[in-house]
């Protein structure tokens, strides 16, 4: 039947265009809530006001069915009420206000069946009982005439509205403040600087130092001393993006083979060239299987000088029939033996799909970001928004010296039984405690961006779940109705301004 004005759409589709003969006649709901009000009762007459509050929502939906018999109106009440089953924190959107969303649940429906038609009701109730702007407002943050980086919000909503910030950082920085009359909040350290005499932070080797090195053709695996490393590996073209992934596969070896680059670490700038005893490295990878059963292994290594394995990471899928990927920490190893496939200590072993869904694979390309610290002899790895960390005793005066990345196939599983991809985009090595004079590497560094989500509250850094950054005493704030200023401050010595883009999803009561 033809659409209403009251016609609505959930999950992407119209009830009108699924069951026929369907025709939703009424919505009730819609500008109407029930506030509840706390008071107590006074000695003397009246009540004293405490609180008050907006309780859930609940739109009622009036509707026909009509068809042809009794039968075909039941199997279709079916339909619709498999439909209405699937609303569960659902946007509906109304074709009259079709710039707007409630996000509601099926709560009960009714119906009265009369021949071959019905006349009926069902209700959806909103827990978050606001209705919200399909579309967020972009604001770009530009400095005023009193000289402070800020920008001028017009929420035109009834209620406050929740505010998303982007920034980019255009030079390296240490402190993020944003403050306006209903809150401030504060991430990094207002008193880091820029300049001192200190233990800083020095950025060493990057992915291009991959790129340019030779392959370490037949070199030493430190990770997988009995795996074929006679092949190369090769620059790749993923996402219009530059991977380092697997070339050719070489003289076979052992169960993987296939191609080895190894980076040594340069001296720093106070001339010191004997390693790194405590560091910290950030990647960004992929893997991900096209077909069922692809195979394929990777692995990044941090060496001492003599090539023993500090600690690193291990990528790996033998299943050849399914879509299951392992991941694994991995520490140096006293006790490893020369006939050792693994010559590290798996500290942690993960399972995963090496699907491209984010809830099943956290390597795929929108994702894939990974890090690891050492600190003397504790360890900090991550998996999947967690630190899980380790004291390994044995290496607490080991020094880095070197980085190793190997890509390998899996036994003689070559072409199509090979990943899709698998291969590394970024790569920042950083030696940590370096001691000289010189202008400090800061906490936020050119190029990386800054994200906070209002609603969850939560403060990131180049997609990274960063919570330790948020400075005590930090308010979340939302932009009140009408006009309001937020102001962006900065560490000092920050060269140029930051790019800052805020978002605002205006809401309705």
């Known amino acids: 039947m033809m659409k209403t004005p009251y016609s609505f759409k959930m999950n992407g589709i119209y009830l009108e265009d699924k069951i026929s003969g369907y025709q939703t006649t009424m919505v009730e709901g819609r500008e109407s809530l029930d506030i509840d009000y706390q008071n107590k009762d006074n000695a003397s007459d009246g009540t004293t006001f405490i609180k008050s509050r907006l309780k859930e929502r609940k739109i009622k939906v009036d509707y026909v069915l009509i068809s042809k018999s009794y039968m075909e109106i039941r199997s279709k009440l079916n339909i619709l009420n498999s439909y209405l089953s699937a609303v569960k924190d659902t946007k509906i959107i109304f074709d009259d206000e079709s710039d707007k969303y409630f996000i509601c649940t099926y709560y009960d429906h009714s119906e009265s069946i009369c021949g071959s038609s019905v006349k009926g009701s069902f209700t959806f109730i909103c827990d978050d009982p606001f209705k919200y702007a399909i579309t967020q407002k972009e604001y770009i943050a530009a400095i005023d005439t009193d000289g402070d980086l800020s920008v001028l919000i017009n929420n035109e909503g009834n209620v406050p509205a929740v505010i998303d910030y982007e920034i ?37 080797v990057n992915i291009n130092d991959f790129f340019s090195v030779s392959d370490d053709v037949g070199g030493y695996d430190a990770m997988h001393p009995n795996y074929g490393t006679n092949g190369t590996l090769s620059e790749k073209t993923w996402f219009n993006t ?37 560091f910290y490295c950030y990647m960004h990878m992929i893997m991900y299987a096209g077909l069922m059963g ?12 003599d090539n023993k394995l500090i600690c690193g990471y291990n990528w790996h899928k033998t299943d050849c029939s399914g879509n299951t990927g392992k991941f694994e920490f991995v520490c140096y190893n006293p006790n490893a033996k020369s006939s050792d496939n693994m010559a590290g200590k798996v500290l942690k072993t993960y399972s995963f799909t090496t699907s491209h869904l984010h809830s099943q694979n956290p390597w795929y390309w929108d994702w894939g970001h990974v890090d690891i610290r050492k600190e003397g002899a504790n360890l900090t790895f991550y998996y999947w928004g967690s630190y899980p960390k380790f004291y390994v005793p044995e290496i607490e005066n080991m020094k880095c010296s070197k980085i190793q990345i190997a890509i390998k196939q899996w ?43 209002g609603l969850t509250g939560h403060f990131y850094v180049d997609d990274m779940y960063k919570p330790q950054d948020e400075v005590i005493g930090t308010k979340y704030f939302k932009a009140p109705v009408g006009e309001s200023k937020i102001k962006f401050y900065h560490s000092s010595f920050m060269t140029l301004e930051p790019t800052v883009k805020v978002k605002v999803r205006e809401a309705w009561r």
Do not use: C, H, W
């Open 168 to 204: 980019i950082n255009n030079a390296e920085n240490g402190y993020y403040g944003i403050v306006s009359e209903n809150g401030a909040m504060q991430f990094g350290s207002i008193e880091e600087a820029d300049g001192e005499v200190v233990k800083v932070n020095e950025t060493l």
């Open 242 to 278: 530059k991977f380092l992934g697997l070339g050719t596969v070489g003289t076979k070896k052992g169960n993987a083979n296939g191609g080895l680059r190894t980076v040594t670490i340069p001296a720093d700038s106070g001339g010191d060239s004997t390693g790194a005893k405590n």
């Open 294 to 305: 692809q195979t394929g292994e990777m692995s990044v290594s941090f060496l001492t000088s």
């Open 411 to 453: 036994q003689d599983r070559s072409g199509s039984k090979f990943l899709t991809y698998l291969g590394f985009d970024k790569i920042r090595f950083t030696k940590m405690n370096v001691e000289y004079y010189r202008d400090i590497p800061n906490r936020y560094s050119a190029g990386q961006t800054i994200r906070i989500d």
